[in-house]
């Protein structure tokens, strides 16, 4: 059974840090495509970042490319995303999900079938 379990959100000042984690279980996360999402409410899904060890890539969307880095530990079977440079727009509930079908490049919400309970990031001005 796939588990996804997201920490590390909190309230921080713009320009600041946080850094989310995301606990997989029922699955190896190096041979998967995962992915981070955001969301606002009254706002449609968006995906933010996602990655495919197993090929070697990473891919951002433009508003986030040069201040997020997603990883993975795979010894943990965790999935980072490392957030700098913090900004009032980055305010949302982050998901983490695991691909089940189509392109890890696209982040297509539908192509992901499980989701974590997410995690809440506030930044003020």
């Known amino acids: 059974q796939v588990q996804l379990a997201e920490s590390g959100g909190g309230s921080v000042q713009a320009g600041g840090s946080l850094r989310l984690s995301c606990g997989a279980s029922g699955f190896v996360i190096s041979e998967s495509c995962m992915a981070w999402f955001r969301q606002v409410p009254g706002k449609e899904r968006e995906g933010v970042a996602s990655?495919?060890?197993?090929?070697?890539?990473?891919y951002y969307v433009d508003s986030v490319r040069g201040r997020f880095t997603i990883s993975q530990d795979n010894a943990n079977n965790t999935v980072h995303l490392k957030m700098n440079d913090l900004k009032p727009e980055d305010t949302a509930m982050y998901y983490c999900?695991?691909?089940?079908?189509?392109?890890?490049?696209?982040?297509?919400?539908?192509?992901?079938?499980?989701w974590g309970q997410g995690t809440q990031v506030t930044v003020s001005s």
């Open positions: 999900a695991l691909l089940q079908r189509g392109n890890c490049f696209f982040m297509r919400v539908t192509d992901y079938g499980d």
């Open positions: 990655i495919h060890n197993l090929f070697g890539g990473t």
